[in-house]
């Protein structure tokens, strides 16, 4: 299944800010890391791959202080020759401290900005995982892909990526009062995918999912086709069935069975109506894609204790670049985001159009 081409655009306009996972055969190293305090730093990991075989990293903005923010940056996804290899649907590699620097030079007034006003994070320790796998961070497979032209064997490292830099960031921050897992569009999917093997790791923390634009809707609503594609080429069998089996054939499954592992966590979903670039990836106009959205919400999310979404209208995509730009019923999403932080379960609500 192919994406469309407009949906090929965006996604590559969206390649600011997504984080990935990073797999070799490599033990991982567990140092703290040390960096000098407010300021975005690079750290090189040799156990860690982009889909192209060169080693990737982790940003890194320390503080003093026991909380911590893992941001998962986005851009794109491909599974197979067509997505990967020709239409280059994924951010691909190398992604070095080059990369990174320049992605950190346009963190202004976003959640990731020490300076943007009311930021609940401003004083947490900071840690970006960069995507470069092209699987929603969540991939564990080698393929070999072929054209007419040309021949590549693909690393969708997702998953050994994350996996290494957990390593360090629990070696940094050992035993954080707070946790927040988030990113955006493939960053979005990748922090939810991902939620479980982190959150195991901090069994003492108070954490919170803080998902933009990453919805995992019913299987109903999505291609089986597109749906084989991407188990068979990034092998996520396992993770998926360690949380739960229905997972894997339902992706909106894993709202209830996280719902129900970690009880007291809070969950949010950040989306547009029609948004415009995920609808596009998943082959849908913008009315299915509204009506599977608004299907998940009221059937799945809607009855969890402490699972909450936050709709604009229209079709814009992702939102934690410019959260104090973002307002659905005159809510503004970063005052809503601190009701997620400090709110009771009452005052901490729902928005939608």
Known sequence: MHTPNVARGMWAVLTAVTVMWTGCDNTPDEKPITTPENTWSWIDFSNSTCDEGTPTGLGVN??????LLIYF?????????????????????PFTKTQFDTLASKLSGSILDRELANNPFKDWNLFFIPYCTGD?????AEVVYTTDSATQTFHHKGRANTEAFLARIAATV????????TGVSAGGFGAALNYDLIRSQFPNAKVYLLDDSGPLFKSSAMSAELR??????????????ALAPAVKEDFAQLYPALAKKYP???MALL????????RSFLGMNGTTFQTALEDLTSTVLEPLPNTRYFITT??????????????????VLIDWINQMMTGSDTSWVSVQP
């Open 314 to 331: 229209g079709s814009g995509h992702t939102m934690l670049s410019k959260p104090t730009a973002q307002n659905s019923q005159g809510v």
């Open 271 to 278: 989306s547009s109506q029609q948004d415009f670039v995920i």
């Open 62 to 67: 320390l503080r003093e202080n026991k909380n």
């Open 228 to 241: 084989a594609a991407w188990a068979k080429a990034w092998n996520y069998d396992a993770p998926m069935e």
């Open 73 to 93: 940056n986005g851009g794109g996804a491909c599974w197979d020759a067509t997505t990967c290899l020709v239409n280059n649907q994924s951010s691909h590699g």
């Open 264 to 266: 007291n966590d809070r």
């Open 136 to 140: 929603l961070h969540i991939g564990n």
């Open 174 to 181: 050992p035993n954080p009062e707070q946790v927040v897992v």
